[in-house]
């Protein structure tokens, strides 16, 4: 018998092996880096399903709904929603458009903060409801405040004209994702936002 | 009633009068404290900066390798409480904004201990886990290269030699 004749084999025994014994390390240093980091915004309806969302709203019913941001920036990031509300003829945000991607000049009514580690997911219930009236001499709904979450936002001076192609009052809820820049310690406008497009009924 | 029945009423009420204004004097003085808009914008002011100072120390516990859930899970309740402060603020009511950027920070005493620890803990597992699975196996790796090649030059004396005399 001679030795040489399993070289082949013996070398691939051992280094198999190595292979084996070295699999820890590899996997910590053979990772397929990151290259999107990006975050998401969404809403979910009452029953957190991307159904039953509130449309027709009636005077001081409650609505609930979920936003929710799921984290991929790689580090556990600060955000900042800004919740809005606007008639169909007042400034809207921007989002994934060709445009310059901007928030509404609006002022915010309300912030939601949230931290959100990273690869991580936050959920947080809205409950809202608004308090308004038809002015029937203008034809149009004059809103007085909306109460988010048993917190009551001044909406006074906020009216919605009739739309003749839907024949309904629109009312635009908007939640825009701000994020917090640690270097420049302020809030930037993270290009995206959610929406609800509410019909105020007068019935 | 005579002179005497009215000078005594008269004691009684100064005596009732004098014990009330003590009492009122007595007692704490944030009890009547009404905030100023300037006071209620610094308290919001205040609590924002230390949800921003406990928020960088999450941030490095974070990079050390810590799970920080619960961390900003106590930091987004911090954050519900200053926004009812600053709708408090906005509305005009300024004793309520205090209250609850109080509360806010309040919340947040001994927070930054806290993440400094984690992220120091988790920094020595990071550094121990490194060493046992990364540092371990290569050593482990060259170890059993080194013990094959011993091994064959071993063999190859041994059975090597005896083969080729055969």
């Given at each position: 018998m001679?030795?040489?004749?399993?070289?082949?084999?013996?070398?691939?025994?051992v280094?198999?092996?190595?292979?084996?014994?070295?699999?820890p390390?590899l996997?910590?240093?053979?990772?397929?880096?990151r290259?999107e980091?990006f975050?998401?915004?969404?809403?979910?309806g009452?029953?957190?399903?991307?159904?039953?969302?509130?449309f027709?709203?009636?005077?001081?019913?409650n609505?609930?709904?979920?936003?929710?941001?799921?984290?991929h920036l790689?580090?556990?990031?600060?955000?900042?929603?800004?919740?809005k509300?606007?008639?169909?003829?007042?400034?809207?945000p921007?989002?994934?458009?060709?445009q310059?991607?901007?928030p509404s000049?609006?002022?915010?009514l309300?912030?939601?903060?949230?931290?959100?580690?990273?690869?991580?997911?936050?959920?947080?219930?809205l409950?809202?409801?608004?308090?308004?009236?038809?002015n029937e001499?203008?034809?149009?709904?004059?809103?007085?405040?909306?109460?988010?979450?048993r917190?009551t936002?001044?909406?006074?001076?906020?009216s919605?004209?009739?739309n003749?192609?839907?024949?309904?009052?629109?009312?635009?809820l908007t939640?825009?994702?701000w994020l917090?820049?640690?270097?420049?310690?302020?809030?930037?406008?993270?290009?995206r936002?959610v929406?609800?497009?509410?019909n105020m009924?007068?019935? | 009633?005579?002179?005497?029945?009215?000078?005594?009423?008269?004691?009684?009420?100064?005596?009732v009068?004098?014990?009330?204004?003590?009492?009122?004097?007595?007692?704490?003085?944030?009890?009547?404290?009404v905030?100023t808009a300037d006071?209620?914008?610094?308290?919001v002011?205040?609590?924002?900066?230390?949800?921003?100072t406990?928020?960088?120390?999450?941030?490095?516990?974070?990079?050390?390798?810590?799970?920080v859930?619960e961390?900003?899970?106590?930091?987004?309740?911090?954050?519900v409480?200053?926004?009812r402060?600053?709708?408090?603020l906005?509305?005009?009511?300024?004793d309520?904004?205090?209250?609850?950027?109080s509360?806010?920070?309040?919340m947040?005493?001994?927070?930054?201990?806290?993440?400094?620890?984690?992220?120091d803990?988790?920094?020595?597992?990071?550094?121990l886990d490194?060493?046992?699975n990364?540092?371990?196996?290569?050593?482990?790796?060259?170890?059993?290269?080194?013990?094959?090649?011993?091994?064959w030059?071993h063999?190859?004396?041994?059975?090597?030699?005896?083969?080729s005399?055969?």
């Amino acid at each position: 018998m001679d030795v040489r004749d399993y070289q082949v084999l013996f070398l691939v025994v051992v280094a198999v092996s190595a292979l084996l014994v070295a699999s820890p390390a590899l996997s910590r240093l053979l990772v397929w880096p990151r290259t999107e980091f990006f975050t998401e915004l969404w809403i979910l309806g009452p029953n957190h399903m991307a159904e039953d969302y509130p449309f027709n709203i009636s005077r001081g019913q409650n609505y609930t709904v979920y936003l929710g941001i799921g984290n991929h920036l790689g580090y556990c990031a600060y955000y900042s929603i800004q919740v809005k509300f606007r008639n169909e003829t007042q400034s809207a945000p921007t989002s994934f458009g060709p445009q310059n991607r901007t928030p509404s000049s609006l002022p915010s009514l309300f912030n939601v903060t949230a931290i959100v580690p990273d690869e991580s997911v936050w959920d947080y219930p809205l409950s809202f409801s608004f308090d308004y009236e038809f002015n029937e001499t203008l034809f149009e709904v004059r809103f007085y405040n909306m109460t988010m979450n048993r917190l009551t936002l001044d909406l006074g001076g906020t009216s919605t004209a009739w739309n003749t192609n839907s024949s309904k009052f629109y009312g635009n809820l908007t939640f825009e994702l701000w994020l917090f820049n640690s270097s420049t310690s302020v809030f930037r406008y993270d290009e995206r936002f959610v929406d609800l497009k509410l019909n105020m009924t007068i019935s | 009633m005579g002179l005497r029945g009215l000078l005594r009423g008269f004691l009684l009420l100064t005596v009732v009068v004098l014990v009330l204004m003590l009492s009122v004097a007595a007692m704490p003085v944030r009890v009547f404290a009404v905030a100023t808009a300037d006071e209620a914008r610094a308290a919001v002011d205040g609590a924002q900066a230390q949800i921003i100072t406990c928020y960088g120390a999450v941030v490095e516990a974070e990079g050390a390798g810590g799970n920080v859930t619960e961390l900003a899970g106590v930091l987004n309740e911090a954050g519900v409480l200053l926004s009812r402060a600053r709708v408090a603020l906005e509305n005009g009511e300024y004793d309520l904004a205090v209250e609850f950027s109080s509360s806010c920070t309040g919340m947040l005493v001994g927070f930054t201990d806290r993440a400094v620890t984690l992220r120091d803990s988790a920094a020595r597992e990071r550094s121990l886990d490194f060493l046992v699975n990364v540092d371990g196996s290569i050593v482990g790796a060259v170890a059993v290269v080194v013990a094959g090649w011993i091994l064959w030059v071993h063999l190859k004396r041994k059975y090597g030699q005896a083969g080729s005399a055969v």
